[in-house]
């Protein structure tokens, strides 16, 4: 069983940033592929990006490319979301994840845990 909790979302304007974090419980974190989501009003859940076990490889979708950054401290059983050039359309719940499988899968359903959301608002 794993817990996860996400801090640091917030209210923040056009191409301003944020790092948003994911502390989980237990001590098996390093298995655990860990990926990042977001939910905007009305629309379904989507992919953001995903870390392998040790950080060695990194998944983005298309609409973060350049902008986030994702990164993960093994010892702290923490994952992180460095959110740069944010856009009104950022604007959504964020959620964290962790997968058992080895690699950063793209699909919410491949992942095992979630945490409770963290709100991200970007104003214009």
């Known amino acids: 069983q794993v817990q996860l909790v996400e801090s640091g979302g917030g209210l923040v304007q056009t191409g301003g940033s944020l790092r948003l974090s994911c502390a989980a419980s237990?001590?098996?974190?390093?298995?655990?592929?860990m990926g990042w989501f977001r939910q905007a009003p009305g629309k379904e859940r989507e992919f953001v990006m995903s870390?392998?076990?040790?950080?060695?490889?990194?998944y983005y979708a298309n609409s973060v490319k350049g902008r986030f950054t994702i990164s993960r401290d093994n010892a702290k059983n923490t994952v992180y979301l460095q959110m740069n050039s944010l856009k009104p359309e950022d604007t959504a719940v964020y959620y964290c994840?962790?997968?058992?499988?080895?690699?950063?899968?793209?699909?919410?359903?491949?992942?095992?845990?979630w945490g409770q959301g963290t709100q991200v608002t970007v104003s214009s």
């Open positions: 870390i392998s076990r040790t950080g060695g490889s990194t």
């Open positions: 994840a962790a997968d058992r499988g080895p690699n950063g899968s793209t699909r919410s359903i491949e992942y095992d845990y």
């Open positions: 237990g001590r098996t974190f390093s298995s655990y592929t």
